[in-house]
């Protein structure tokens, strides 16, 4: 007989986030998505100063800030053709690389490995051992027995005296966790290790940005960082020495640790390639400009249909046509009134908060449609789309990822079996891999231009009288986000934000197409149904939005158990 499982608020994400899948016969047959908070942005900003909507659109995420701004700030000097000089294209392009690889070692690690590593299964684990398997196969210096055996007396003193803090109600011993305890012991080791080069990565955010969360420099027409070599209170090279310093420490955790652990948990899961393919469609956008009109890319852009590299095409700028007409939302399905399909610029936000109603409607995310077809964004998409159109640093790391999984799992893995859950995360720490190249890469670029006695930071906007109309679009860790702005006689007219987790969390559309959540959880596995923790594997692999129980019931609607899950950080 089906049951309904309904889980309510899915934890360790960032924001409110419902699910319910109807299961029957060990797996899922049907789901439904729901955002459960609304914030309403959007119409704060209604009436006032394109310049300063970029301080507030930063609040539409409590802790993604940073893309928020830069997307509200490029929204604005599109409207306005403006020219970006190239210091501050490349102090945006630093902040921007420090804030992903920080959000990717944080959702690996604290947000998601919880799904696959058993904690009070490495309290089993010989450090000896560990070092030996963890030295065979990558040369961090922090692996050895001592690091080890005192994560073991750790974690072992905390589970002998019952105070588990945040890991207390993980599904520890669930079946379908099967790593060993050495490989246990090694992951939580890291998960330690990684909340130190996090920290390290924000760090940089907040030097350039004055702080982190919500940045304080950006401006329409570029940034506000003094750039004077002579001066200890400005951008100089000591401040960028030590900036690359801690780059650098976060590129060898990002390269000999995450990505290798990341390959590590995917071929001992070979299994998890086969679930969670959902919408094969992808979408992406070029980004971290290197010119001052944005026309050249560090990293590709471009869409494909049903996972068929055939269907690729390239978007090379932010003013593509096709980009720019393509994209619809609709809200049939959504708590707004009405249930219309409109471009973004045409967009409303007009709450009509209803029931939950599976038939009508039930969640606060509108659907996106690009050419009315539901799209996948998100690592995966900016990794295959990055791999078909043979950008060679996404090449690079791919091709080395797919040969350290096929070795581990025994059989060949290839690009098409990354369309599934397993291949969400293997793609997150693929781009990690790629941006942590281009942090030096840009570091460098920065240094030489301010060495060529280049000090440009800012171009004033100049607003003219009447209407203009503009997009701000960034490809954020967790996918395209795009920020579309109508202004009139110097004032916002409209304003409204089409997220990652917009695209990837959507509800049904007006033809009852289900989003990328809800198609990739069809057919996922349920050991036991008041345990979902494959649910929750599936859900946590696009690195959604937080916090705290699960209520299960049958196909009646009666309450069959209350189970809490794993609290964790925000993301």
């Not at 000089?85 to 944080?106: F, G």
């Not at 696959?116 to 089993?124: E, H, I, Y």
């Not at 950006?218 to 690359?244: D, E, P, S, Y």
């Not at 400009?289 to 068929?308: A, Q, S, Y």
Request: charged share 20%.
């Amino acid at each position: 007989m089906a049951q309904r499982i309904t889980i309510d608020p899915v934890t360790r994400i960032e924001g409110h986030l419902r699910v319910d899948v109807e299961v029957d016969a060990g797996a899922v047959k049907n789901a439904w998505v729901s955002g459960t908070m609304w914030r309403g942005i959007e119409n704060i900003l209604l009436g006032r100063d394109p310049r300063e909507a970029w301080i507030f659109a930063q609040r539409f995420c409590g802790v993604c800030t940073t893309v928020h701004a830069i997307a509200s700030v490029r929204a604005v000097e599109n409207a306005l053709s403006l020219s970006i000089p190239l210091n501050a294209q490349y102090i945006r392009n630093l902040i921007l690389i420090a804030h992903a690889m920080h959000d990717h070692i944080v959702h690996f690690y604290h947000l998601s490995a919880l799904d696959w590593v058993d904690v009070v299964s490495a309290t089993k684990g010989d450090p000896a051992q560990t070092s030996a398997l963890a030295e065979s196969i990558s040369p961090w210096t922090r692996n050895s027995k001592n690091d080890l055996k005192a994560v073991k007396e750790r974690i072992s003193g905390f589970v002998a005296g019952g105070r588990l803090g945040i890991f207390t109600n993980g599904y520890w011993g669930h079946p379908a966790m099967r790593l060993n305890p050495n490989v246990n012991l090694l992951a939580v080791s890291h998960y330690l290790q990684a909340l130190e080069f996090q920290r390290l990565a924000n760090q940089i955010v907040a030097i350039l940005g004055s702080k982190t969360p919500n940045i304080q420099n950006m401006a329409v027409g570029g940034v506000t960082n003094a750039i004077n070599l002579n001066n200890q209170h400005t951008l100089n090279m000591q401040r960028l020495a030590n900036m690359k310093s801690m780059f650098d420490q976060v590129i060898d955790f990002v390269q000999q640790v995450y990505f290798v652990d990341a390959c590590a948990v995917a071929g001992m899961y070979p299994d998890w390639f086969k679930y969670g393919a959902g919408v094969k469609n992808l979408l992406a956008i070029p980004d971290l400009p290197l010119d001052v009109k944005g026309t050249m890319f560090d990293l590709p852009g471009g869409f494909l249909f049903n996972g068929d590299p055939g269907t690729l095409v390239q978007v090379k700028n932010h003013t593509d046509e096709r980009l720019l007409n393509g994209v619809t939302e609709n809200t049939t399905h959504a708590y707004y009134k009405g249930g219309a399909t409109l471009p973004p610029w045409k967009g409303e936000t007009v709450p009509d908060y209803h029931d939950f109603d599976t038939d009508g409607k039930y969640s606060w995310v509108k659907a996106p449609r690009f050419e009315g077809k539901p799209m996948q964004v998100g690592p995966l998409a900016q990794v295959l789309v990055g791999y078909h159109a043979k950008h060679p640093l996404t090449v690079k790391w791919t091709d080395k990822a797919l040969g350290i999984v096929s070795s581990l799992a025994g059989r060949t893995v290839t690009v098409k079996d990354m369309h599934s859950t397993m291949g969400r995360l293997l793609a997150r720490a693929i781009r990690t891999a790629v941006i942590s190249e281009l942090a030096a890469k840009h570091w460098q670029l920065l240094v030489d231009n301010i060495a060529s006695g280049d000090t440009a930071i800012y171009n004033e906007p100049i607003f003219p009288v009447g209407e203009i109309q503009g997009v701000g679009f960034h490809e954020a860790p967790r996918g395209m986000l795009s920020h579309w702005t109508v202004i009139r006689e110097g004032k916002i007219a409209n304003y409204q934000a089409v997220v990652p987790t917009t695209w990837n969390a959507g509800p049904r559309d007006e033809a009852n197409k289900v989003g990328p959540y809800e198609a990739s959880l069809m057919d996922n596995p349920v050991a036991d149904a008041k345990k979902p923790l494959e649910v929750l594997r599936t859900v946590h692999s696009f690195d959604p939005c937080l916090a705290c129980a699960v209520h299960t019931l049958d196909v009646e609607g009666n309450e069959l158990a209350k189970v809490q899950t794993l609290d964790g950080p925000v993301c």
